[in-house]
T-cell receptor
């Protein structure tokens, strides 16, 4: 079955530094990926998405990179701020299905 | 536009009981998905409904069921509750026109505790 995993369960960065959160996926048929941010007591919030016909997409302070060769996804957060402290999930959606598979999450802590 | 609304936000049940959770999607969204989130785990897909039809189902036992109404509101039910059912149950809506449902918009979740 599909599996979406994260390399690191926790990540601590200094305020102002860049953060990189990684994610591996196993379903080569997946063609749509989303990064979500979940703050304590809240539901996941959309950050950025990317389709399999792209290898990079940029948003405001965030960049998602997709490497289909090694089935790897990463989220880069520039100039990390205390408000970025949260759990980050990657999710994949296979072209043949309507359900998303989520990773276990990486907890990002920003040190002021 | 109002977001995804889930009720109740918190509830406590005992083993053997059953529970019904409700979700009102964003206006205009026809796809509603349900996920279970437990400590240390990612979100586990339960099922997805589109226009009152279940399109996909995850690997959960038959005690977990759901339905969607004509106004796109959805409910999920868990019967014969077990301690392991304690979790945050998240509902997400999307436009869901095609196979690729697109961005999911999540509610705040219903936190279920089974004693």
């Amino acid at each position: 079955g599909e599996s979406v995993g994260l390399h690191l369960p926790t990540l601590s960065v200094q305020e102002g530094d860049n953060s990189i959160i990684n994610c591996a996926y196993s379903n080569s048929a997946s063609d749509y990926f989303i990064w979500y941010k979940q703050e304590s007591g809240k539901g996941p919030q959309f950050i950025i998405d990317i389709r399999s016909n792209m290898d990079k997409r940029q948003g405001q302070r965030v960049t998602v990179l997709l490497n289909k060769t090694v089935k790897h996804l990463s989220l880069q957060i520039a100039a990390t701020q205390p408000g970025d402290s949260a759990v980050y999930f990657c999710a994949e959606n296979a072209v043949t299905g309507n359900q998303f598979y989520f990773g276990t999450g990486t907890s990002l802590t920003v040190i002021p | 536009k109002a977001g995804v609304t889930q009720t109740p936000r918190y509830l406590i049940k005992t083993r053997g009981q059953q529970v019904t959770l409700s979700c009102s999607p964003i206006s205009g969204h026809r796809s509603v998905s349900w996920y279970q989130q437990t400590p240390g785990q990612g979100l586990q897909f339960l099922f997805e409904y589109f226009s009152e039809t279940q399109r996909n189902k995850g690997n959960f036992p038959g005690r977990f069921s759901g339905r969607q109404f004509s106004n796109s509101r959805s409910e999920m039910n868990v019967s014969t509750l077990e301690l392991g059912d304690s979790a945050l149950y998240l509902c997400a809506s999307s436009e869901g026109q095609g196979l690729n449902t697109g961005e999911l918009f999540f509610g705040e979740g219903s936190r279920l505790t089974v004693l």
